[in-house]
């Protein structure tokens, strides 16, 4: 835990270095040679390198261009193979699990709900998969084998989806409630197939 806390900590460090604010800062190198490095047609030369790094704003706009180059290649891939599910991801959202309440989560693309059931002795973990989606038939049909993992990539349950889409076990941590475990594990869950 504390390891993981340093690690937090580092990245968030490391992050306000890099794209901090800097008197006197500037938009270094353009659009173009920020696209030609990500999409390596054109390696940085050493000079633009070096501009690069003493310049937390036009690493921005190279975070940016990087985010949008990843859009594309996934809507790509995604309108050439609309029916290949890949996994699923979701967010501990800040108002769940507040009071001591047990949270349920829900994956970004709507495919997933993850909840908790308290039990008399133990809390029980509920998957559901919306059976309205459009990749629920493929997975229900496939019988397609998924793991529950949370933000550090630690499985959490696996197994096939019933009939009713759903796939239940217990919590595996005696020790930490899932609102605590998921806000250590750094706030989200993913829905992966095996």
Same mark, same amino acid.
């Given at each position: 835990m504390k390891s993981q806390t340093m690690n937090t900590l580092n990245l968030q460090l490391?992050?306000?270095? @890099?794209?901090?604010?800097?008197?006197?800062?500037?938009?270094?190198?353009?659009?173009?040679? #920020?696209?030609?490095?990500? /999409?390596?047609?054109?390696?940085?030369?050493?000079?633009?390198?070096?501009?690069?790094i003493n310049s937390p704003l036009t690493l921005k706009r190279l975070r940016h261009i990087i985010g949008q180059a990843k859009a594309k290649t996934?809507?790509?891939?995604?309108?050439?193979?609309?029916?290949l599910w890949l996994g699923s991801e979701g967010f501990l959202r800040a108002a769940a699990g507040r009071g001591g309440e047990i949270p349920?989560?829900?994956?970004?693309?709507? @495919?997933?709900?993850?909840?908790f059931l308290q039990?008399?002795?133990?809390?029980?973990?509920? #998957?559901?998969?919306?059976? /309205?989606?459009?990749?629920a038939r493929q997975i229900m049909d496939s019988k397609t084998e998924v793991a529950v993992k949370d933000g550090t990539g630690q499985v959490l349950m696996q197994g096939h989806v019933d009939e009713e889409g759903e796939l239940e076990a217990d919590w595996p941590f005696s020790n930490a409630a899932p609102y605590a475990h998921f806000q250590a594990s750094g706030g989200r869950f993913q829905v992966q197939p095996c």
């Open positions: 490391l992050d306000k270095i @890099m794209f901090g604010t800097k008197e006197g800062d500037w938009l270094v190198l353009d659009d173009d040679t #920020l696209r030609a490095a990500v /999409d390596n047609t054109r390696p940085l030369t050493r000079n633009e390198w070096n501009s690069l996934l809507k790509s891939v995604n309108a050439s193979n609309d029916d349920t989560l829900h994956s970004e693309d709507g @495919m997933w709900t993850l909840m039990g008399p002795s133990a809390i029980r973990m509920l #998957l559901k998969l919306d059976r /309205d989606t459009p990749l």
